[in-house]
């Protein structure tokens, strides 16, 4: 791959739309300017030989520009959601509407990245509109996504850079489901309980300031929410833990050796159930 200086990486606002890009070609990255914004790919590496002795497979990484395979459905998704925002995020409910005019006023003092607009833009079309816009396919395609890799456990998922603000991110969804719930609480589609799981404890403290309580929690600093909205999120609960919570537990207090001893390692006779093991994490 051809080295290339790029004197200036930051082309774009992180408040707007990115209008602008750096072309690839067949060495890869180019210091040649395209405008619009970058379609959403990527890069495909391919297994090369096992050195011997070795039992590591490595990975080719030479540039070809036929190894860019792009995102379909996430550039099919994006382009509904921005064709949808430059006709007024119509049909959404009352709460949603004062929440992305309050996010999106140009007269804010602390504003948001496009990105982190855009993600919650996302989640609420999915919800709220796309069945009305003939875009089922979508929540249609996401399904079947998750039943090839994921049966029984449904997910949407965001990924979003290092540095773009991901917990901020996490904050505006607890305020969109928490308010819209409180406003109908028979709203199926929305929730005001949360369980918030994190890869460890250092991760898991940083979080507290998604707790409506904390001194420092991000709906007050980075001004998420309006004043006259902020009682009724305080009635969403929270709770944050790490996943090593959710390993079984032995329930009895005996000695390794005592436990070893009696077969009870083996046999996981003295171990918590699945059930016993939620309702110890998420008794809340």
């Known amino acids: 791959m051809a080295q290339v200086v790029i004197e200036n990486p930051i ?4 408040f707007e739309e990115p209008s602008r890009h750096f ?5 890869g990255i180019t210091n040649e300017i395209a405008d619009g914004r970058r379609t959403s ?9 096992r050195k011997k002795g070795s039992k590591q497979l490595q990975l080719e990484t030479e540039w070809t520009q036929d190894r860019i395979e792009e995102n379909k459905m996430v550039n099919a998704i994006r382009q509904r959601v921005g064709s949808w925002r430059k006709d007024g995020h119509r049909g959404v409910t009352p709460v949603t509407a004062h929440l992305l005019a309050y996010w999106t006023d140009a007269g804010r003092e602390k504003k948001l990245f496009f990105c982190q607009i855009e993600a919650l833009e996302t989640a609420i079309y ?3 509109v796309a069945k009305y816009h003939n875009d089922a396919w ?3 395609a996401i399904r079947e996504a998750n039943d090839t890799s994921n049966p029984g456990l449904p997910r949407n998922a965001f990924k979003m850079a290092t540095g773009s603000g991901k917990t901020v991110v996490m904050a505006m969804l607890i305020t969109w489901h928490t308010l819209n719930k409180r406003a109908n609480p028979q709203d ?3 929730s005001d309980t949360f369980l918030i799981i994190t890869p460890g404890i250092t991760i898991r403290d940083r979080l507290r ?7 420092n929690n991000y709906y007050r600093l980075r001004d998420i929410i309006p004043a006259q909205m902020q009682d009724q999120l305080m009635q969403a609960k929270i709770t944050i833990t ?3 919570a959710f390993q079984l537990r032995e329930k009895s207090e005996g000695s390794r050796l005592t436990k070893e001893l009696s077969g009870q390692m083996k046999t996981g006779v003295n171990q918590e159930t699945p059930d016993q093991m939620v309702r110890r994490v998420c008794r809340e």
């Not at 072309?23 to 060495?27: N, V």
């Not at 790919?41 to 030989?49: M, N």
């Open 41 to 49: 790919s990527y890069f495909v590496p391919i297994a090369g030989t």
């Open 209 to 215: 300031v998604l707790l409506p309580n904390d001194p």
């Open 188 to 190: 199926a589609r929305f």
């Open 138 to 140: 979508i929540e249609n």
């Open 11 to 14: 082309i774009n606002t992180p």
């Open 23 to 27: 072309k690839f070609d067949d060495e």
């Open 242 to 244: 790490n996943f090593h």
């Open 126 to 128: 999915l919800t709220e």
